[in-house]
């Protein structure tokens, strides 16, 4: 046995200097749902362009509203839900490589930082709270925030990661060969 190697650590930090991502998604979506909270009541709004405005809505429910008409078990089923998706997370950053994989971990860290975000506004308010309103005439895109545009980025970094980490697609033999 060589006595001069470095004992290891079992304790990796991996990708985790990224967390400080996810700490600030949280901090940002945080304050501004704080700005709007003192700013609006429900359904208050400032259009800011004739296709985007500000509005204070209160989603009970996941993206697109999917289940608000539930009978509110869906609070805590997405409670947990976005908790163990940002520790499966956290355990991903902790063991992927310090360097080298940084569109990967950026992806991870904005999902972790929208999750956590939306998961505090269900544990605080039972609900989470959606103010940028885009439309175009009568037709209306989903209200979303600071949580929901990191979650978006964060899964557009993770599918670009994985088409440009993508291995050469296994060579087929020729049928009948």
């Known amino acids: 046995m060589n ?73 805590w089923a997405f409670i947990v839900l976005g908790l163990v998706v940002s520790l499966g997370i956290c355990v991903w950053l902790l063991r992927l490589p310090a360097r080298g994989q940084s569109l990967l971990a950026a992806g991870l860290s904005l999902v972790m930082g929208g999750a956590l975000g939306n998961v505090i506004d269900r544990i605080r308010f039972g609900y989470v709270v959606d103010f940028i309103r885009v439309h175009y ?22 599918i670009l990661d994985s088409l440009i980490h993508r291995g050469p697609a296994e060579a087929k033999p020729p049928p009948g060969s």
């Open 137 to 158: 005439e009568q037709w209306y895109f989903p209200a979303f925030n600071v949580a929901d545009s990191a979650i978006t980025v964060g899964a557009a970094l993770l």
């Open 3 to 75: 006595d001069t190697a470095p004992a290891r650590s079992p304790f990796r930090l991996g990708a985790s200097a990224w967390l400080g991502l996810t700490l600030a998604v949280v901090a940002l979506d945080q304050w501004t749902k704080a700005l709007i909270i003192d700013a609006f009541a429900e359904f208050d709004a400032i259009v800011l362009l004739p296709v985007l405005e500000i509005m204070r809505l209160h989603n009970e429910g996941a993206a697109f509203s999917f289940l608000a008409d539930a009978s509110g078990w869906q609070r």
